[in-house]
Structures are given as structure tokens and as C-alpha cells.
């Protein structure tokens, strides 16, 4: 990954939110919080796990069995 080299031989695609973590990371000195890079370390962990998104998608996926089951139309767009 650090390569930013990504399996098509393009940019990966998490790529960008490494750079901004290894930016962040590099900025830091003794004196600042350790949770300093915590949103960028949240984001380039969230592109390549996708944590966020799987609950989002099972969230959904049930709130339409929910409203389906109450004779609900369930229309995303």
C-alpha cells in the first residue's frame, strides 16, 4: 500500500487517506496528543476495511425488511 501502487498498476485507492496519515503522522512531535491523527488513521482504516459502510448497508437492508413486512413501498431514490 505504501507504494501507491494499486492492483491495476494505478493509483490505489486508498492511497490518498495513507498519504494524509503518513503526512499527519510525520508532523507530529512530543508535545502533541497521541490521538492526534485519529480522524486520518479512522479514514484510511474505514477505505480499507469498510466498517462504516458494511453497518450502513445492513442498516438499510433492514429497515427495508422492516417496512416491507408493513406492506411499506421501500424506495431508496
Excluded at 488513521?41 to 429497515?63: P, T, W
Amino acid at each position: 500500500m505504501s507504494s501507491g501502487v494499486g492492483v491495476k498498476g494505478t493509483l490505489g485507492r486508498c492511497y490518498p487517506f495513507y498519504a494524509d496519515l503518513k503526512k499527519c503522522v510525520q508532523k507530529k512531535t512530543l508535545e502533541s496528543p497521541t490521538a492526534m491523527c485519529w480522524a486520518e488513521n479512522e479514514d484510511y482504516f474505514e477505505c480499507m476495511h469498510g466498517f462504516k459502510e458494511k453497518a450502513r448497508i445492513l442498516q438499510v437492508a433492514a429497515e427495508r425488511k422492516r417496512r416491507e413486512k408493513l406492506g411499506e413501498k421501500f424506495d431508496i431514490a
